[in-house]
């Protein structure tokens, strides 16, 4: 199983769902949100053979940014930068994700993130 993820600034659910709409072969379940949680939302769609499970996780880095979270046996994207570039082109807005170095304990507050925004592509520390 992948799974990708990008952080999105002022996540517009519309935009999102047109721009999963345009990468997926169908989008199964639309956007919905899930359980009690304010902010948390649950999709499903189809690339190549297989299911897609989209989880969006509202103010996950502070208020301002929503995880996007595509997992599937196959993504129309190979990493998370990929994903975040094709991601900044349709949103429109400032897309983060890891560099993909980073482990489970490893100590974050140094830790770098690709940042993409109308500035380019930078590696940079969240805060």
Do not use: H
């Amino acid at each position: 199983m992948q799974d990708l993820e990008i952080y999105v600034r002022d996540l517009e659910p519309a935009r999102l769902t047109a721009w999963l709409e345009i990468n997926f072969d169908q989008l199964l379940v639309p956007l919905t949100p899930f359980g009690n949680k304010p902010g948390l939302y649950k999709g499903e769609g189809r690339y190549g053979d297989g299911l897609v499970r989209i989880t969006v996780y509202g103010e996950a880095f502070g208020k301002r940014f929503s995880s996007v979270l595509l997992e599937g046996e196959d993504l129309p994207w190979n990493t998370d930068l990929d994903c975040a570039r094709s991601a900044w082109r349709a949103l429109d807005t400032e897309i983060r994700c890891s560099q993909g170095e980073w482990q489970e304990g490893d100590p974050v507050e140094e830790e770098k993130w690709w940042r993409l925004d109308d500035r380019g592509e930078k590696l940079v520390v969240w805060n």
